[in-house]
């Protein structure tokens, strides 16, 4: 039992009524105009940073423990089964590395632009992001491993989703499974060009903008195209589920499941440009010189380095994910 | 339960708010495995309401405010949203107060319960006008908050009169 009086003390209204308008208008302002308060959210994020920090241990921990309890015989059968998979592996690269270079060559006599090179960062899932309402999930690499806004993010099946937030060790990705994130994408089979939007939950994607008299079939897989500018052609998207040809609409209801595993992956690959890459050593290198001469304070390596990259990036995925839609997404907005 | 008599200075049970907000809000955006996040309890919520019906000389309506609009930027919820939910929970232990002299854990957990409901149903209806959407993992957490309460009492109970 506890001794608890309640203190009495006057049941204000008039107090209360003004705060839950102040409330209601502060509600008002962040629907029409989510930008004016992004200084705020991206310094509340750069607050969590240490949280986040911290939550690295476990995952750290998990490791070394996994490493030291793994008997013999399960990490030599481990090694078989991964040495057979690399063989898989590698004879499939064969033929690939023909269709590589056969490629080169009908694009050198095309004349066109030669696809972007990407190095993989391999980075673990260290957590989701607190509210349910969005697709976000925190990733244990950071600027220190050469992340930067907007890169994509992959794993073995297809594409999760670009990063919208980095820090110093870790980093936030946005799935495109967010309602407000959109992929142009075209179907593997015909060509054609559609986009793919997420509909907020990890199941599930939407096929906008397909006409009625297209050839579009159940199973059909989706690839992106890379025309939005921000996420490479030729990773898996997803396959159509269902298509549904009643609706009033001149276009079709299309139902697709991503390619990607979004529920339970823990291992993704971060799609860093070679030559932005280096880049980026070259100028962490000089910013932790410059550090040790000024010996900046601490607070300085909490906020969120969006700035170091080129500016017109980090104002279209600044902190918040609401300001993200992408070119496409736009497009979209307007033609509704 | 042994709870001393001796009463805390301001400045203590000051201190002891604010360490247990920051403690609350770190444990609020901790994050997570996918499978496991729609179980996190409203810890800050929790705290919050300890707080209003304990120490109301202490905490009131602008607590309440300053709380949900933290809560609404940690968490990214539509900024304001979580605050007027918070105030109008604020109301309901304000209201309770008058009518309850007496409190014992039984009734402190009662009151925290129907706290935790009326902020996720407010919630709930704000989410709806405002944004037209319906999350029904709030009533996981809910239920998980309530479940865990008596956490927040035992580990407070020093500043509970």
């Known amino acids: 039992m506890i001794p608890s009086i309640f203190a009495r003390q006057p049941l204000s209204i008039r107090k209360t009524a003004a705060v839950l308008i102040v409330a209601m208008i502060l509600m008002w302002f962040d629907s029409k105009n989510p930008e004016w308060f992004n200084p705020i959210r991206s310094t509340s994020h750069a607050a969590m940073q240490p949280i986040y920090e911290l939550s690295l241990l476990p995952s750290y921990a998990a490791h070394w423990s996994s490493g030291r309890m793994e008997s013999k015989e399960s990490l030599r059968r481990e090694n078989v089964q991964l040495k057979s998979e690399l063989i898989h592996a590698r004879a499939k690269l064969q033929q690939q590395d023909y269709i590589l270079a056969q490629n080169a060559r009908l694009q050198g006599i095309l004349s066109t632009t030669r696809p ?17 309402l969005k697709q976000i999930v ?31 060790n870790t980093s936030r990705l946005l799935l495109i499974t967010d309602e407000l994130q959109s992929v142009a994408v075209t179907v593997k089979r015909t060509g054609q060009r559609a986009i793919i939007t997420g509909e907020g939950t990890p199941a599930d994607l939407r096929l906008n903008y397909v006409f009625k008299t297209s050839d579009v079939r159940v199973g059909d897989e989706l690839v992106s195209s890379g025309l939005g500018g921000r996420i490479p052609a030729g990773y898996a998207v997803g396959r159509i589920r269902y298509v549904d040809p009643d609706q009033g609409d001149n276009f079709m209801h299309i139902e697709v499941t991503p390619a990607a595993n979004f529920n339970d992956n823990s291992y993704v690959l971060i799609l860093q440009d070679k030559t932005s890459k280096n880049a980026q050593r070259q100028a962490m290198l000089e ?25 017109a990036l980090a104002n279209a995925t600044g902190a918040d994910p609401a300001t993200l839609p992408s070119t496409q997404d736009a497009s979209a907005q307007s033609s509704r | 339960m042994s709870s001393s008599d001796s009463t805390h200075s301001n400045f203590e049970i000051v201190l002891a708010i604010v360490l247990s907000f920051i403690l609350a809000s770190s444990l609020n955006v901790y994050p997570l495995s996918l499978g496991t996040a729609t179980l996190r309890p409203m810890v800050m919520i929790m705290v919050l309401i300890f707080w209003l019906i304990f120490q109301p000389r202490h905490t009131g309506l602008f607590t309440a405010f300053i709380i949900g609009l933290i809560a609404d930027l940690l968490l990214d919820t539509r900024l304001g949203q979580q605050a007027f939910a918070a105030v109008a ?15 014992r854990t039984l009734g402190a957990w009662f009151l925290a319960c129907v706290c935790l409901l009326v902020f996720q149903s407010v919630l709930w209806i704000l989410q709806m006008i405002t944004q037209n959407t319906f999350v029904p993992q709030g009533g996981i957490s809910m239920l998980m ?16 009169h």
Request: charged share 15%; with cysteine; glycine share 6%.
């Open chain 1, 116 to 132: 972007e090179q990407y190095d993989l960062t391999l980075a673990q899932v260290i957590g989701t992001d607190t509210n349910p």
């Open chain 1, 138 to 168: 925190v990733l244990n690499k950071g600027v220190q491993d050469g992340v930067k806004v907007g890169q994509t993010v992959i794993d073995e099946k297809g594409i999760l989703g670009q990063v919208i937030n980095v820090y110093p």
């Open chain 1, 287 to 311: 910013a932790t010189e410059a550090a040790a001469l000024d010996e900046l304070p601490v607070v300085g390596a909490l906020q969120p380095v969006d700035s170091l990259d080129n500016p």
């Open chain 2, 89 to 103: 929970m604020a109301l309901v232990v304000k209201i309770a107060s008058i009518y309850i002299k007496q409190l």
């Open chain 2, 145 to 160: 908050s309530m479940a865990c309460w008596p956490l927040v009492l035992l580990a407070l109970r020093r500043y509970t």
